[in-house]
């Protein structure tokens, strides 16, 4: 072997290590629930967004393939738990509200309080025992 190709099969088995791993961080994060620390000032009244409990809000598009598992499992929850508002905005049809959040993919879901402030958020389809345990303390 001579040695540009050892060198070149060096690259190659890097590049595919370092892309492993940005996959593996990746796919670590999608779904998974993240606490608002400083719940946002932004302007939510345009969004229905329920006062008198939490609300769900998810970002979706007709061409999203994730995004209908976000609605099942979505509506799954407002089952159990009625006290919880759920609303989908189609991001093509309401990009000024994508714009407002910083949807930067989809599917991508928050949660609100009563008040009207974000408290959690997620990239990805969140599981349904995550979703509940965030929204336990909302309706305390």
């Known amino acids: ?16 290590g370092i892309a492993a791993v ?3 961080l990746h796919n670590r994060r ?7 620390a400083e719940p946002s000032a932004i302007d939510t009244s345009d969004l229905g967004l329920s006062r008198t409990g939490p609300t769900i809000v998810h970002f979706s598009a007709v061409w999203c393939g994730p995004c209908s598992g976000v609605r ?8 159990e738990m009625r006290e919880v508002a759920h609303v ?6 309401n990009p000024a509200a994508a714009r407002k959040l910083s949807v930067l993919s989809l599917p991508t879901t ?8 974000q408290r959690y958020r997620t990239s990805g389809v ?11 303390p909302l309706l305390a």
């Open 1 to 16: 072997m001579t040695p540009a190709l050892v060198t070149a099969i060096v690259a190659i088995v890097a590049a595919l």
């Open 126 to 136: 969140p599981k349904v025992a995550d979703l509940r345990s965030a929204l336990e």
């Open 88 to 93: 989908e905005i189609d991001m093509d049809a």
């Open 110 to 117: 928050f949660i609100f309080d009563a008040q009207g402030r």
């Open 30 to 36: 999608s779904g998974v629930l993240r606490d608002t």
């Open 22 to 24: 940005a996959g593996v």
């Open 72 to 79: 099942r499992v979505v509506n799954q929850v407002c089952a």
